[in-house]
């Protein structure tokens, strides 16, 4: 049979790095094309990388039929949810793969919606069943599984992370959190920090937090002094520094509040360090394993 290739289907789903297709086309031409290919009619959905590398080297390969859709966003969510049963696709793929499951499901709703405004069908007519989308970030985390506080995160970079940062997460060179904070940054530089390899970006990303945490500071309200506080005599000073009335948010002496604070911002740091390490692994590990996956 003929396998249509449907270009909007193609660039669906994030193309394999360049190890990750070099590791496949080993696979390929070592034990042959084991999984077959799934084609909707003539359309490929799921295989397309398989069926590249069989067509260049002459593999032969299988094809099975999957025609339970009745349109082609039922396919494309089809192929999110098979990309998403994948232990291979990283939390990157994840969540971006979950969002554009809700832009469909949103959109489908919102068409449902407009439909059932229109004048009551006949008895003999059947109501489409309006399908709930995936809105909250926590679900769209449940779906991707992976943290809402990454899905937030994704979220910044698919807003306003230049292509060369966003094919720099993807391919594991830098970790999701460090390329939320360097998309704050203006395109050229993050382009100028792509370009400048993994540990120029590990360097853009600390610079950034660090400044995103003085501007923080800064923006803390100072408390005020008044008349009393600055005419107290040193003795009085010494003796009533312990006695000083609690921050009523915190229940501590100012002194201490503060004392807190820096504690809290050092063990964010340590956390978010300890956050970036984990992920780096997981891309590691997911990277590795992807050599022994089909597409």
């Known amino acids: 049979m003929s396998i249509v290739i449907h ?27 084991r999984d077959a290919l799934v084609c909707w009619g003539e359309v490929l959905i799921d295989g397309h990388n398989r069926y590249a590398i069989c067509q260049k080297h002459q593999l032969p390969y299988k094809v099975v039929q999957n025609d339970h ?9 089809w192929m999110i949810d098979n990309h998403l049963a994948r232990r291979s696709v990283s939390d990157f793929q994840r969540g971006m793969l979950a969002l554009r499951k809700k832009e469909i499901l949103s959109t ?7 439909t059932s405004t229109e004048p009551a069908l006949q008895e003999s007519e059947q109501a489409v069943p309006v399908i709930k989308p995936t809105q909250s970030r926590q679900e769209i985390a449940r779906v991707a599984g992976i943290s809402s506080h990454a ?31 360097i998309a704050s940054l203006p395109t050229t530089e993050q382009q100028a920090a792509v370009a400048g390899g993994r540990k120029e970006l590990q360097e853009v990303a600390r610079q950034v937090r660090e400044k995103n945490r003085v501007q923080r500071q800064q923006a803390k309200p100072k ?13 009085e000073t010494a003796a009533t520094q312990d006695k000083a009335e609690p921050d009523v948010t915190t229940g501590y002496p100012a002194t201490r509040q503060q004392d807190v604070q820096q504690r809290l911002y050092e063990l964010e740091t340590e956390n978010q360090r300890l956050k970036d390490e984990i992920e780096r692994l997981r891309t590691a590990l997911q990277q590795a394993q992807a050599s022994s996956k089909p597409e």
Not at 108 to 114: A, G, K, L, V, Y
Not at 152 to 181: C, F, H, N, T, Y
Not at 226 to 234: F, K, L, N, R
Request: with cysteine; proline share 6%; net charge negative.
């Open 69 to 77: 859709f009745a349109n082609i966003e039922e396919v494309q969510l």
């Open 223 to 235: 408390p005020e002094m008044t008349v009393s506080d600055t005419e107290s005599p040193p003795w």
């Open 108 to 114: 489908r709703n919102q068409q449902q919606q407009s």
């Open 7 to 33: 270009d909007a289907l193609r660039a669906y789903i994030d193309p394999l790095t360049e190890h990750e297709y070099e590791a496949l086309e080993r696979s390929l031409l070592t034990e042959g094309c």
């Open 151 to 181: 899905v937030v995160q994704i979220e910044k970079i698919q807003r306003a992370a230049s292509p060369e940062l966003v094919r720099a997460v993807r391919d594991g060179s830098i970790s999701i959190s460090a390329a939320a904070a």
